[in-house]
């Protein structure tokens, strides 16, 4: 689906990150700024691997126009591209800081899956995005998350993002079998969310956001098989969320909604664009 960019300036003062690393397809990106080969990497994971031995708040700029793909197991049964646990700060920005032309993380649905099927996204071989340390700790932002999507298991959260703070990020094609298809316990300032699904469980929650505070996002056509379509469980401020689906509560499912825009959502049940929430 057609999605819009959402842009506006981030205030996060660079003085706040003590430290910068670079990744980039070839590992020069940096060079320009004076970065030591230390500094530069060609791979995500890597990069972050170095800010945690460091131990010191930082930022990891990633060149525009890569693209990372991986595969670690972050807890038993649990994969995902890339992790954080380290609790120093930590923000992952695109080179322009605005996804349209950002850097993307790609994680991958079930192997054998079918791409316009998402309900046999989840399973065997998939991979979630991002999982942060804590979404006072983690930040991305002009980041792409595309193509992640949990096993199938109870307790598999965010298919996109989980425990992250999101800046002006695109969640695309993603799915957990038990809640937050696009993202679970996140905070998110100016995203879109789109194509998100979350069913497998006998009661899964969030097609697109579980749990968290969202301002600002464009939710767009993600689908939930029992309570919010677009999102459950959340805090939205100025948000846009429309074309979801879900059993109950299409559009938004147990949570508060301010100054936000509720449209053109198809409940299967009861609520239409909301039930529960207020």
């Known amino acids: ?22 990744v980039s397809a070839d590992g020069n990106y940096g060079v320009e700024e004076g970065a030591d080969a230390d500094h530069r990497f060609t791979d995500l994971q890597a990069a972050v ?45 695109g080179e322009s800081g605005d996804w349209a032309d950002g850097p993307v993380i790609c994680g991958s649905h079930k192997t054998g899956a079918s791409a316009t099927d998402r309900a046999t996204w989840c399973g065997e071989g998939a991979t979630t995005c991002f999982v942060g340390a804590g979404t006072a700790y983690t930040t991305l932002l002009g980041i792409r998350l595309e193509d992640g999507a949990t096993q199938a298991a109870s307790s598999q959260y965010g298919g996109g993002a989980l425990n992250t703070t999101l800046r002006n990020c695109l969640v695309a094609n993603c799915a957990a079998y038990d809640r937050g298809g696009g993202t679970s316990s996140c905070t998110t300032y100016d995203c879109a969310v789109t ?84």
């Open 1 to 22: 689906p057609t999605v819009c960019a959402i842009s506006m300036a981030i205030g996060i003062s660079a003085a706040a990150f003590a430290d910068d690393y670079y």
């Open 49 to 93: 691997t170095a800010f945690e031995a460091a131990k010191v708040d930082s930022t990891i700029w990633v060149k525009g126009g890569y693209t990372y793909k991986n595969r670690i197991e972050y807890k038993t049964g649990f994969f995902t591209c890339v992790k954080v646990t380290s609790t120093k700060k930590l923000l992952i920005r």
């Open 195 to 278: 194509n998100c699904y979350c069913g497998g469980v006998a009661n899964p929650y969030g097609g697109g956001h579980y749990a968290g505070t969202h301002s600002n996002d464009f939710v767009f056509a993600c689908y939930c098989k029992n309570q919010g379509g677009g999102v459950r469980s959340t805090i939205c401020y100025d948000c846009i969320i429309t074309n979801c689906v879900a059993f109950r509560g299409a559009g938004v499912f147990c949570a508060r909604v301010i100054n936000s825009i509720l449209c053109d959502n198809t409940c299967c049940y009861i609520g239409g664009s909301i039930e529960g929430g207020k």
